[in-house]
């Protein structure tokens, strides 16, 4: 099996593909080839598939063997990957989700390889049953999340995939590894979540860390940064384009008050191309 390690801001993927089909066993498999041990070592097992509806269809699955819906810096190293091998003849490229349909990237290229993407991540679902959380409300804004004797305000946002943010006084020094893990398995969110504590700096600016749902801590997400500047502007703490600061650098965010889709601009890159044996 061929595969290609990549990244978008330190968030790093096995992207493998050439089948036409999710593989049986892509579950165990994801287990096994993101084990950073005894693996290759990745935040998720990416499959570039053909698609009926796209240029082409991504699915992903995370370290822990659960397939999430969609996948914002994964979505930017697929189109880096079918740019830069000359699979599409164009700077723009279509990609069908699970979870967030089809979505549209343009790219940016520098010295004949993709640099940045700029992804339309489609609109951002708001009604609480539908994130989904257990909460019949629309949208969920500020409501209380309680684990362990301490008490979190929530919003609840899905970009596709579920998330659940929270906004702290000094997001770089709180302390993920330990509530990270309790909020993504709480009871409000039946299909588990993703965590972003976040604090904003300026109506520009807002400085996020995410414990992903079936990954842990990683160094970016990109759905995790469009989740929380709508959260950010739902609560009137940023304009509607801001630049969302990660662990592994920076994303620009864009809510498009015209048509309610949430852009996302950023870069992707290649690390290394090997064979499993
Ligand atoms: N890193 C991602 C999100 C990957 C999926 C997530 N762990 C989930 O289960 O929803 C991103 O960049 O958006």
């Known amino acids: 099996m061929e595969f290609v390690k990549m990244h978008g801001l330190g968030n790093d993927f096995i992207v493998v593909a050439g ?10 498999l994801a287990v096994q080839l993101c084990d950073r041990h005894f693996g ?12 009926d509806r796209a240029d082409f269809r991504m699915r ?8 999430a819906e969609q996948c914002g810096n994964a979505i930017r190293c697929v189109a880096k990957y079918v740019y830069d091998r000359g699979l599409i003849s164009k700077d723009t490229v279509t990609i069908e989700t699970l979870g967030a349909g089809v979505q549209q ?9 993709a640099a940045k993407v700029r992804v339309d991540m489609g609109e951002p679902i708001l009604n609480g049953l539908a994130v989904p959380t257990t909460i019949d409300l629309n949208p969920v804004i500020g409501h209380p999340i309680a684990a362990e004797g301490r008490t979190f305000h929530f919003t609840a946002v899905s970009m596709g995939n579920p998330h659940c943010v ?4 000094d997001a770089v020094s709180f302390d993920l590894h330990k509530w990270g893990p309790l909020l993504e ?8 979540t993703n965590v972003e504590f976040v604090t904003v700096a300026s109506r520009t600016h807002a400085v996020m860390r ?3 749902r079936g990954a842990g801590p990683t160094l ?9 500047l709508v959260a950010s502007v739902l609560g009137g703490l940023t304009d509607r384009t801001a630049t969302v600061s990660l662990a592994g650098g920076d994303l620009l965010i864009e809510w498009s008050e015209e048509d309610n889709h949430v852009y996302m601009t950023g870069p992707a890159a290649e690390v290394f191309t090997g064979t499993l044996a």
């Open 105 to 113: 990237l343009q790219i940016a290229a520098e010295g004949g390889k």
């Open 40 to 51: 290759i070592g990745a935040d998720g097992l990416v499959y570039i598939l053909p698609s």
């Open 210 to 212: 995410v414990w992903e």
């Open 60 to 67: 992903i699955m995370n370290p822990d063997g659960s397939e």
């Open 185 to 192: 398995t709480h009871p409000l969110f039946p299909r588990k």
């Open 220 to 228: 970016a997400c990109g759905t995790g940064a469009c989740a929380t």
């Open 19 to 28: 089948e036409r089909e999710l593989p049986e066993g892509a579950s165990g």
């Open 166 to 169: 929270i906004f702290v006084d």
